[in-house]
């Protein structure tokens, strides 16, 4: 048996390449507004619906932005503490990449965005 030797080195590159991935989806605060990102290569649709959208998905759909599947939508929202979840051909779930969750009523998890 062949023994694979894993260096410090190779931890440090994994773990950036891992944090690449999760900086270029989920949530992020911009000067205009905040944009929800997402990936699902194999969706037909996603929406984000929150406490700032009174949990209306179709008030805040998502758009397909290239053909490996990432969605985005740029919205305005006051400065405050927000729950949401994304909707994902009809399937709510939190969000996959923000780490920030509450648990909610129905005994799954929100997802937590502050904007300042």
């Not at 959208?53 to 969605?71: F, H, R, S, Y």
């Not at 405050?80 to 399937?91: A, H, I, S």
Request: proline letters at 6%; hydrophobic letters at 35%.
């Amino acid at each position: 048996m062949k023994t694979l030797k894993i260096t410090k080195r190779d931890v440090t590159k994994k773990k950036a390449a891992v944090n690449e991935i999760v900086s270029c989806y989920s949530v992020h605060q911009v000067k205009d507004g905040i944009i929800f990102s997402a990936l699902y290569p194999k969706a037909g649709t996603v929406q984000v619906a929150g406490n700032f959208n009174n949990w209306q998905p179709k008030l805040a759909p998502m758009k397909k932005i290239d053909e490996n599947g990432t969605w985005q939508v740029k919205l305005s929202l006051a400065p405050g503490t927000y729950c949401y979840r994304l909707v994902v051909d009809g399937q709510w779930q939190q969000d996959p990449f923000n780490e920030k969750t509450e648990p909610n009523p129905y005994g799954e998890l929100n997802s937590v965005l502050q904007v300042n």
